[in-house]
C-alpha cells in the first residue's frame, strides 16, 4: 500500500515524548509514501524542523494545535505543518535572500537556511495572533 495523501490533526504538549510521538506518526506516514532514501531524509529532517518551530516560535516553547498534512503528487510531494500560535508578520521574511554559507546566518534563522536547503519550493503564511502556515515541496 502506498499513501497518497494524509492529515494528522493534534495537540502537542512541549516535552521530548509527545514531540517524538507526533514525530513518529508523521514518519511512519513519509515512510509509506516515498521510496528513495534522498527524498525520505527531506521530507523527514523538515518535517523536524517545521515542528520544532511551530511549537518554540508559535507557541513559545508551550502546548499547542499543530496539523500535519502531506500529499503525493506525479513528481512533488507537499508537505504542511499549519499552527494556530502567535503568528508573525511574514513579510519580514526574506525567502530569496541567498543564505549560501553558515556564515551569513546570525543567531536566528538555521530553519528557514536547512529547509531552503532540502526542498525546492516554500510557502509561508502567517498572520499575528492567527497562527503560522508553512508548505515546503520536495519533487522527486
Not at 82 to 100: R, T
Not at 110 to 138: E, H, M, N, R, Y
Request: proline fraction near 1%; glycine fraction near 6%.
Amino acid at each position: 500500500m502506498q499513501i497518497l495523501s494524509y492529515k494528522l490533526n493534534a495537540h502537542i504538549p512541549f516535552d521530548k515524548d509527545s514531540i517524538e510521538m507526533f514525530l513518529s506518526s508523521c514518519e511512519e506516514v513519509i515512510n509509506n509514501m516515498a521510496s528513495d532514501e534522498k527524498t525520505i531524509f527531506k521530507l523527514k529532517s523538515a518535517i523536524h524542523e517545521l515542528l520544532i518551530n511551530s511549537l518554540e516560535h508559535g507557541y513559545n516553547k508551550s502546548a499547542g494545535n499543530v496539523s500535519f498534512s502531506i500529499e503525493k503528487l506525479e513528481h512533488t510531494i507537499h508537505l504542511e505543518i499549519s499552527d494556530e500560535g502567535i503568528g508573525f508578520d511574514a513579510s519580514s521574511l526574506n525567502l530569496e535572500k541567498d543564505n549560501s554559507s553558515f556564515n551569513t546566518i546570525k543567531g536566528r534563522g538555521w530553519g528557514l537556511f536547512i529547509l531552503k536547503k532540502l526542498c525546492d519550493d516554500i510557502q509561508i503564511t502567517s498572520a499575528p495572533l492567527k497562527g503560522t502556515k508553512v508548505t515546503v515541496s520536495i519533487n522527486y
